[in-house]
């Protein structure tokens, strides 16, 4: 799988290296593209996974807000009811494409 913004490939991993979550691709930290993503501020919690990282996207230069999100430490309870541990695993926004 492949997450793309136009022509950048920001992140790419073997289908079973990534983990499904509530309708999103989980990229592992690893197959993330060098210099893809810069940290964001914005904050949030959600309530079954914990504090999520959110992430600018960085392509030709230009910086696009939050199109992506980590969770560094999800709580227990999630990686538990995920399956697997999905820390540092970063998921796009639907802007960018993941496909095959």
Known sequence: ?????GDAVLAEAAD???VRIEGNWYFPPASIAAGALSESPTPYRCPWKGDAQYFHVVTDGEQHADLAWSYPHPLPTA??????DF????AFDPR???SA
Do not use: F, Q
């Not at 799988?1 to 913004?5: D, F, P, W, Y």
């Not at 990686?79 to 697997?84: A, D, F, L, M």
């Open 96 to 98: 960018v494409e993941v």
């Open 1 to 5: 799988m492949k997450a793309r913004l």
């Open 87 to 90: 820390s540092g695993y970063v």
């Open 16 to 18: 079973e290296d990534l």
């Open 79 to 84: 990686i538990e009811r995920v399956g697997s």
